[in-house]
C-alpha cells in the first residue's frame, strides 16, 4: 500500500534552515507529481509545493518563493524540501502527498514531521 515517512522536522529559530525528507513506497514514484503541504496548529491544510515527475518543473506557494526548494530522487523514491530563512508562520506540520497541478485534496497518509520555529 501506497506509505510516506516524513521526516527531518525540529526546533529552529527564526532565519534558520531545516531539509525535510518524505520517502516514498507502494507506488510509481517516479511517475507522480509530489507535493509538500503543511498543517498550522488549529488551521486547516496548506500547500507548500509540487515538483513534476521527472524533478524539472517546480512551483511554490507565494509565501515559500525564494526560501524553499522542492527535489527529488527518483532512484531513491525520496522527495526533499529544503527550507532557509525560516519564519514564525512556517511552524507546521509538515507532510507529502501525491498530486498534479490542480489538486486541491491532499490527504495524509504518513505521520508528517514537525516544524517548529521559535525564538
Known amino acids: 500500500q501506497v506509505q510516506f515517512v516524513e521526516s527531518g522536522g525540529g526546533l529552529v529559530q527564526p532565519g534558520g534552515s531545516l531539509r525535510l525528507s518524505c520517502a516514498a513506497s507502494?507506488?510509481?514514484?517516479?511517475?507522480?507529481?509530489m507535493n509538500w503541504v503543511r498543517q498550522a496548529p488549529g488551521k486547516g491544510p496548506e500547500w507548500v509545493s509540487i515538483?513534476?515527475?521527472?524533478?524539472?518543473?517546480?512551483r511554490y506557494a507565494d509565501s515559500m518563493k525564494g526560501r524553499f526548494t522542492i527535489s527529488r530522487d527518483n532512484a531513491k523514491n525520496t522527495l526533499y524540501l529544503q527550507m532557509n530563512s525560516l519564519k514564525l508562520e512556517d511552524t507546521g506540520l509538515y507532510y507529502c502527498?501525491?498530486?498534479?497541478?490542480?489538486?486541491?485534496?491532499?490527504?495524509?497518509w504518513g505521520r508528517g514531521t514537525q516544524v517548529t520555529v521559535s525564538s
Open positions: 502527498a501525491r498530486g498534479g497541478p490542480g489538486t486541491t485534496n491532499f490527504p495524509r
Open positions: 507502494g507506488f510509481t514514484f517516479g511517475t507522480e507529481f
Open positions: 515538483i513534476s515527475p521527472g524533478g524539472s518543473s517546480t
